[in-house]
Structure formats: C-alpha cells, structure tokens
C-alpha cells in the first residue's frame, strides 16, 4: 500500500489555515494549498510538503485548474482529505450592510466550498477522502451584527448534510467542524472588518446602532483574542479530518461545545437572552 498521504486546504497561507498546513506536513501528508495573493503564499515560501497555488476560489475556473495540477501531482493515489478552510467575515446590521458586500461573502464562504469540492470530487472518490468543512457554531446560533458569517455557516450546516448523503455511497465521508472563537489570526482582521463597518455608518444608521454595535465590537473582540490558540485549533480539526468513524459534525473548542449543547435545549428566548448577555444590549 502507498504511504502517500494527501490534503488540499482552501485558504491556506494564513490563519487556521496555515497552522493546518504546518501540522499535516509533520504528520506526514503532502500539503497543496491556496493563497489568494504571491505576497501572502510567501509566507510559507521553503516549508517541504506545502505546494501553495494562488488561487481565488470564487473563480471557478481558477479552482478547477488548480485540482487539475493537483491531480497530475498525486496520480492514481487521489486526495486523502480537502479542508474547505477560505472564508471571509462581514459584520455589521443587515440593514447597512451593501449588499454586493453580503453577496461576496456567500460568493467566497459558500459558493467557494462548494466550487472547490466539485472540482475534487473524481481525487477524493478515487482514494475514498474526507471533506471538512470549516463552520462555526454561528451556524447552529447565529448573532446580532454578524449576519452574512451566521447565514453562510448555517449553509455549510445544510450543504455538508447534503454532500455526505450524496457521497455516501462512493465512499467519500463529510465532516463539518463548528469552530467556536479561534485565535488563529482572525481576531486582527475581525477588528478590522468593524472598524470599517462602523465608519460606513450613514448618520442615520450610527444613531440606530452606533451604541449597540460598539458594544458588540468590543465584546466581540475580546472572545476572540482570548479564542482557542491556533496551534490547538489545528490539532482539533486534525482530529475531526482523520477520526475513524468520521464525525458527521463537531464543535471546535469549549465555547462551541457550550453553546451548542444550548442551542439543543433551550428556547429562542432563552437563547436570544444569551446573545445579549455575550454581544451586549440590541439596539432598542
């Protein structure tokens, strides 16, 4: 039997991303990543076992490519493991959000997932693979001021039920990892993406929501910098990627653990009660 062991990681130059690579290349597997920038892939630059692409994964044909590559690399061998990992984050109120801003998050974190499976599907039914699908628990408890995030996990929820019945029988499992707070990288850019949504407040808007919505920043922020450490937020997807029998779905972290175990027992109201005591006081 080969000894060849082979994963493909949407997002991989950064983030949880990174980290994932790092740790599969020590346990053995040839990596084959995306970047979406040379400047960003530069940074693994040297690292044996992880081949980065640049790749934007809301361009089809792009991703189609890339598996194409991939594929003349691996053979007959296939793909062992795809981690949908590329994901992109737009908070603010529904309501002052642009909607081509909306559009291109579920372009990058739900069309992007499933682009980049299609395009793996012959490499992973030809080595019977695993797909991850990197959610969060948002997906199962969506929050106030995080909208676009909240509506495209609770898509990867339905879109990995679906390919895990359709790929059943081709010996392809399906897993979806619900991430909780991770500090992995993403708390920088979490910061970042609210600052400019609360600098894009219209007068109007800043009156409605200003007050609430900085009180959902900053309670925000803080969760994710004292998030799972990135390190340990790899090790526990890696779990999830080589686990035997494959887990259907999963929390990643503590907090997702807690506040999952909730949302399967209590009420909305119970449940919109806990938004409030974790993101602060809805806009009245």
């Known amino acids: 039997?080969?000894?060849?062991?082979?994963?493909a990681i949407t997002g991989?130059?950064?983030?949880?991303?990174?980290?994932?690579?790092?740790?599969?290349?020590?346990?053995g597997y040839t990596v084959y990543g995306t970047a979406i920038s040379a400047e960003e892939a530069a940074g693994l630059a040297g690292e044996q076992g992880i081949v980065l692409s640049v790749v934007d994964i809301t361009d089809d044909a792009a991703v189609r490519t890339w598996a194409d590559e991939v594929g003349k690399a691996v053979g007959d061998h296939g793909l062992d493991i795809l981690v949908n990992n590329a994901g992109?984050?737009?908070?603010?109120p529904l309501e002052a959000l642009p909607i081509d801003e909306v559009r291109r998050e579920f372009d990058v974190n739900v069309l992007g997932t499933i682009s980049a499976t299609n395009a793996f599907l012959p490499l992973l039914r030809a080595a019977h693979g695993r797909i991850v699908l990197i959610g969060a628990m948002t997906g199962r408890f969506p929050l106030q001021f995080n909208g676009p995030s909240s509506a495209t996990k609770a898509a990867l929820e339905a879109i990995a039920d679906v390919y895990r019945?359709?790929?059943?029988?081709?010996?392809?499992?399906?897993?979806?990892?619900?991430?909780?707070?991770?500090?992995t990288g993403g708390p920088a850019k979490t910061a970042a993406a609210l600052e400019r949504a609360a600098s894009a407040f219209t007068p109007e808007q800043a009156d409605l929501y200003g007050e609430s919505f900085t009180a959902f920043a900053d309670a925000l922020n803080s969760m994710q910098s004292s998030g799972?450490?990135?390190?340990?937020?790899?090790?526990?997807?890696?779990?999830?990627a080589t686990e035997q029998p494959a887990p259907s779905r999963a929390p990643?972290?503590?907090?997702?653990?807690?506040?999952?175990r909730r949302v399967a027992t209590e009420s909305d109201a119970q449940l919109d009660a806990l938004r409030t005591e974790l993101l602060g006081p809805r806009a009245s």
């Not at 039997?1 to 994963?7: D, G, H, K, Y």
Request: charged share 20%; hydrophobic share 50%; no cysteine.
């Open 12 to 27: 991989a130059a950064s983030g949880l991303g990174r980290e994932l690579a790092l740790q599969f290349t020590g346990l």
């Open 228 to 240: 799972l450490p990135a390190v340990d937020a790899a090790e526990w997807v890696i779990r999830l």
């Open 252 to 260: 990643v972290g503590h907090d997702a653990e807690d506040i999952l």
């Open 88 to 92: 992109i984050l737009t908070p603010g």
């Open 165 to 183: 019945n359709e790929l059943r029988p081709f010996g392809v499992d399906v897993v979806i990892a619900q991430a909780g707070n991770m500090l």
């Open 1 to 7: 039997m080969s000894e060849l062991r082979t994963v």
